[in-house]
């Protein structure tokens, strides 16, 4: 969630599940050099990125909850932030990972697990 502001995110999926209810997936991750290397910013540590990811997450399901939302976390601080087209039901939230911290993480606060390699020790 270093790309986008999590908020954002949280607003965009919730719009995109309105308009395909049941069809709709977010996938997030800790992010990829590969991609993130275009802003010119120094990328975080992978601990700093898995520490976000969870700040994240936490603030995208707190937003899907309904009403204002006033966050003061460690990474994200979105003060009167609220979604106002909620879908019926939340997305469910896969969680991409390549090791046991991503999978933990997964585990305690997303819906699914995601992965490109096979590794039954992260299951």
């Known amino acids: 969630m ?3 502001h999590p908020a954002i995110i949280a607003q965009a999926a919730a719009t995109t599940a309105t308009l395909l ?10 992010g990829e050099a590969l991609r993130e290397h ?14 976000m990811l969870e700040e994240a997450l936490e603030l995208i399901q707190r937003l899907w909850e309904g009403g204002t939302v ?13 979604i106002y087209s909620l879908p019926e039901l939340a997305p469910p939230i896969f969680v991409s ?5 991503a999978a933990e993480l997964a585990g305690r606060v ?7 390699r096979p590794d039954r020790g992260l299951i």
């Open 97 to 101: 990972g390549f090791g046991p911290r």
């Open 70 to 82: 006033n966050h003061h976390g460690r990474y994200y601080i979105p003060e009167n932030a609220r």
């Open 21 to 30: 209810p049941g069809r709709f997936t977010l996938g997030v991750g800790s």
């Open 2 to 4: 270093i790309r986008i």
């Open 38 to 51: 275009i802003l010119g910013d120094r990328r975080p540590a992978l601990n700093v990125r898995m520490e």
């Open 110 to 116: 997303g819906d699914r697990f995601c992965c490109v």
